[in-house]
């Protein structure tokens, strides 16, 4: 996963979650059926993609799902 | 009706084996950190018990095992002989065979004979279930003493092969949430010092035109390679409607009794998750109950979970005088129970 449309092609096929790259900055609390198990396969599979670990602690903290993909890519 | 009273005279749980805790299961799955946090902090449940080993994925004991394990102390504590009782009740979805019925097998075992049994085919309420069915033998006058059991087996649907990267949420919630038990209680028209009266007890089916909340397969040489998983929970479903439902329960209880919120000293709730049974306890706001929760060591243990809070609940809360309330809400195709205690 090297882009933002790599993450959001790894929303749609493996979570089913229908969004676009113009949704990822929306709260997650209006992304629909968003919740926390969706949440630990989310950081389950960006940990898979790019080899590194993320804090849940962090990860609870992100308002929207670009955070939680600049948590993921982060330097 | 007879307008006797019908007091359960002891109760007591198996479990199988040590606890199984949260980095133990993600070691076995290979999880990391990360996904043991999340069960610390979404599910609440520090631990559970489990007829597997976890190594080879076998399973290592049945549900007679557990069930003649708790009846044999209950039986014991309650001072009965088998010879005593008059009908045996399992409530269980997750019986060892489909036949001969596990209830027929912990009879076997307990040295119970020429009396009438029942299994119930049941999910988390089962054990209201079958203390209803006991209770209302009692009343009409059957009998005087009956045993019930309750328990799940839930080992064989651990697959400890399975990738739990890759598993669906409905699949992957039910590798943390559950444990393996089985729980007891005798019932009798006879009080003894340390029991409790059964003052309501009901349960009732509210599932027209629902959808399951919680399905297990069978499988059998047809369809054995069915794709289908053979456990899934819509666990939305019930984060949204168990919390309305438990309310509803109190509310009936405590209207049927003439009985004040703060009346209550016992609060026996929903065991379906550590986190799910607090967030419910704080919710129903009773001022003066003490809560007795099982769920956030032992998993929620299915048709076994109302008997290990009753042990616990006859055992410590529950003294002379003092009013209990446990409320059960099944998912699998929704059903309300609960029941109201005084010890005595």
Redesign the interface.
């Known amino acids: 996963m090297k882009t933002v449309e790599d993450f959001v092609v790894l929303l749609h096929d493996e979570l089913a979650l229908s969004v676009t790259v113009e949704d990822l900055g929306r709260s997650l609390d209006s992304v629909e059926s968003w919740d926390s198990v969706h949440l630990l396969t989310l950081c389950t599979l960006l940990e898979r993609e790019t080899g590194r670990s993320l804090s849940l602690a962090d990860v609870l903290e992100a308002p929207s799902l670009e955070a939680v993909y600049r948590m993921a890519v982060a330097p | 009706m007879t307008g006797r009273d019908v007091y359960i005279r002891s109760a007591a749980s198996a479990l199988p084996g040590e606890p199984v805790d949260n980095a133990t299961l993600a070691r076995r799955f290979g ?5 043991e ?2 069960v610390d ?2 599910i609440g449940t520090a631990s559970r018990h489990l007829a597997l080993d976890l190594e080879s994925g076998k399973v290592t004991g049945t549900l007679a095992d557990l069930a003649a394990e708790a009846g044999h102390a209950a039986l014991v504590a309650a001072g009965v002989g088998p010879e005593e009782v008059d009908a045996v009740v399992l409530g269980t979805a997750t019986p060892d065979q489909l036949m001969p019925a596990t209830v027929n097998i912990v009879a076997d075992r307990l040295g119970i004979n020429g009396v009438r049994t029942f299994q119930l085919q049941s999910g988390c309420s089962g054990a209201v279930q079958a203390l209803d069915v006991a209770r209302q033998f009692l009343l009409s006058g059957g009998g005087r003493t009956v045993l019930v059991l309750g328990g799940d087996v839930i080992a064989r649907f651990y697959d400890v092969e399975r990738d739990l ?1 890759t598993a669906a ?1 409905a699949e ?2 039910n590798y943390v949430l559950f444990g393996d038990a089985a729980g007891a209680a005798v019932l009798s028209t006879r009080p003894a010092p340390g029991s409790a009266v059964v003052h309501e007890l009901f349960t009732r089916l509210v599932g027209l035109g629902r959808e399951p909340g919680a399905v297990l397969e069978w499988f059998g040489p047809a369809d054995r390679d069915s794709d289908r998983p053979a456990a899934t929970e819509d ?2 479903a019930i984060e949204q409607h168990v919390p309305e439902m438990t309310e509803q329960v109190l509310t009936e209880l405590l209207d049927s009794r003439g009985w004040r919120p703060e009346d209550v000293d016992v609060l026996l709730p929903p065991q379906l998750s550590g986190r799910m049974t607090k967030l419910i306890t704080e919710r129903l706001g009773l001022p003066g109950a003490q809560d007795v929760t099982c769920v956030d060591r032992a998993g929620n243990c299915g048709n076994a979970i109302v008997f290990l809070q009753l042990e616990r609940a006859l055992g410590g809360a529950l003294g002379p005088g003092r009013r209990a309330v446990g409320i059960s809400v099944e998912s699998s195709k929704w059903i309300k129970a609960g029941f109201a205690l005084e010890g005595c």
């Open positions: 999880m990391d950190a990360l996904w946090q999340w902090v979404f990267r949420p992957l919630v666990y939305k």
